[in-house]
T-cell receptor, first 110, second 111 residues
């Protein structure tokens, strides 16, 4: 079952611009995680935000979490061509199970 | 280096020929799981294990088996593979529900 739904499904931006991806989910969560995947390769963990946190930063990444709206956003600032990838949000409940959304495909044009 | 390894990375097989995809982690994690990734469907959990000798079904367990005899290993077994099991498979491990570490993936094609 899919819990997180990403929006938009695809995003194309110019290098240097900011990219914002949104994720909505349906049930209570323990934490929410964002992953990056390059063209059918492995998943790289980007950032984890816990249910009692509202915002978190890591380098050029900024994640927000609104548990009242059951939504999260991932902002990538000053994007680079190397950021081109698919981005997935995944929610985890107390059983550690991750439920993934269908992802946002980001294309950063040089 | 902390990592999750999977083997093989690529496999082409025929319907009905039993196969095993191995998964091993070196982080002493208790929780391990298997996911499959299909276009348009994202990643879906197949099976998970909370500890040695403790396994349970995920969202799409039909056609798969797992075992957890040792903490570090969590093999995925397809007793009689079918074409609808053609997919990209990922093994993952975590401790205490924190960051999940994923293996590099196994691309399986069943003819």
């Amino acid at each position: 079952s899919q819990q997180g739904e990403e929006d938009p499904q695809a995003l194309s931006i110019q290098e240097g611009e900011n990219a914002t991806m949104n994720c909505s989910y349906k049930t209570s969560i323990n934490n929410l995680q964002w992953y990056r995947q390059n063209s059918g390769r492995g998943l790289v963990h980007l950032i984890l935000i816990r249910s009692n946190e509202r915002e978190k930063h890591s380098g050029r990444l900024r994640v927000t979490l609104d548990t009242s709206k059951k939504s999260s956003s991932l902002l990538i600032t000053a994007s680079r061509a190397a950021d081109t990838a698919s981005y997935f949000c995944a929610t985890a409940d107390s059983s550690y199970k991750l439920i993934f959304g269908s992802g946002t495909r980001l294309l950063v044009r040089p | 280096e902390a990592q999750v390894t999977q083997n093989p990375r690529y496999l082409i097989t025929v319907t009905g020929k039993k196969l095993t995809v191995t998964c091993s982690q070196n982080m002493n994690h208790e929780y391990m799981s298997w996911y499959r990734q299909d276009p348009g469907l994202g990643l879906r959990q197949i099976y998970y294990s909370m500890n040695v000798e403790v396994t349970d079904k995920g969202d799409v367990p039909e056609g798969y088996k797992v075992s957890r005899k040792e903490k570090r290993n969590f093999p995925l077994i397809l007793e009689s593979p079918s074409p609808n099991q053609t997919s990209l498979y990922f093994c993952a491990s975590t401790e205490a529900g924190d960051t999940q570490y994923f293996g590099p993936g196994t691309r399986l094609t069943v003819l």
